[in-house]
């Protein structure tokens, strides 16, 4: 984070608020955020600590490093120092007057080990999963989260026009991907992605060229390519990019916390048809998803309409992988995480709604020959969609 970085308090008091709201109504006590990028969220600062939040009344935030630091970044008015896990009870006691009856957890990331720790450490009546409740609450991003968003976009579209300069036959995917890495680095790239998804892992990099673009989506990731070895089997890997073949690169950028995942078709000096026009059909599935999406619509429908204009343009065998390897999503949330509920999913029947950030990535594979895709970041308006991503949305002949 820059060092001028710093979440506004009327932002955290929204954030508990609502989510107070949440906890009352289904009868919760209090919820105990533990997780870094949860801590961000809802403290504004991500020290190692605890955030303690009741369903009525103020927080109380634990800091065992660097509370100096925490006090500076964090709006929440009440932050102690303690030096061990084991204070935490008594200084909610201290705080509150009593421990909470119904207590909820992090269950979607909180390994059980440390679970089993924290129960016995707080002697509730019912332990319960309060991840439902956050990402509920982050689902949902406000106009200064949005803006930083929009922050964030206009560094990754920078990073795209150094990628559009500076591309060249000769390189190898790897190394491209060092030099626009590098550039990303030195205008604000935060270098680490954040996922919350304990099996990910996740590269600010994708290089997919020629026969590797086709193997995207082999793997549980919707990118593989051919990657470095059986270890790192994502990513970019060491094929030499020539002239006259597609190439496809995804840039994940983080800045200030907040995330954008785009991806761009490139190509040196021409593109082969068969490759262009591929490009061209994920383009304009692209942008039927982006015409329907309204809030009210259930989220399903956008994946319903990305298949059915895929059919539409030819590519019904090879849209979302090849026959018995497609994935059965389009996309995804974005914010503090690279990915981020909702999911664009053929089951997910929930409602778009305003403040939702999601990024739409249809994709088209031919095994052996090519990869074709985008991907780009918009925001759910009052009556419909705005793009938050600022790379063309175009094909690059370089």
Known sequence: MTASF?????????RIHYTQESLRKISIDALLVVQRV?????????????????????????????????????????????????????????FDGRLPETFAFELDVLPVAHFDFYRQLFPARRYV?????IHAARSLKSPWEIDQLDNTAKLSARTFEYMKNHLKAGYTEMEFAGLFEAFARKIGHGGKL???????????????????????GLLDSPFSGEGTSAAFPVGAGFRKMSAHEPILIDLGFVYNGYHM??????????????????????LEIHDAILEAAKPGLPINQLFKISVQKAKALGYEETYLGPPGYKVSFVGHGIGL?????????????????KGMTLCIE????FINEFGAGIESAFTITETGSRMISRVPKKVFIV
């Open 337 to 353: 995480d690279l990915v981020e509920k909702p999911i664009i999913s053929a089951r997910n029947e929930d409602l778009l709604q």
């Open 261 to 282: 995942d785009e991806t761009r078709m490139f190509a040196i000096d021409s593109m082969p048809p068969k490759a262009l026009k591929a490009c061209m059909a994920t």
């Open 38 to 94: 949860d801590l961000l969220y809802f403290a504004g600062t991500a020290q190692n600590g605890f955030l303690y939040i009741p369903a009525q009344g103020d927080p109380l935030l634990l800091i065992k490093r660097f509370a100096p630091r925490a006090r500076e970044e964090s709006a929440i008015p009440h932050i102690i120092e303690i030096s061990s896990s084991k204070e935490v009870p008594e200084r909610i006691i201290d």
């Open 129 to 133: 999963d309060g991840s439902p409740l």
């Open 6 to 14: 710093k979440v506004p308090k009327i932002e955290i008091e929204r």
């Open 362 to 365: 249809p994709k088209i594979n």
């Open 194 to 216: 954040r996922v919350r998804d304990y099996q990910s892992e996740v590269y600010p990099w994708h290089v997919l060229s020629g026969p590797n673009g086709g193997k995207m």
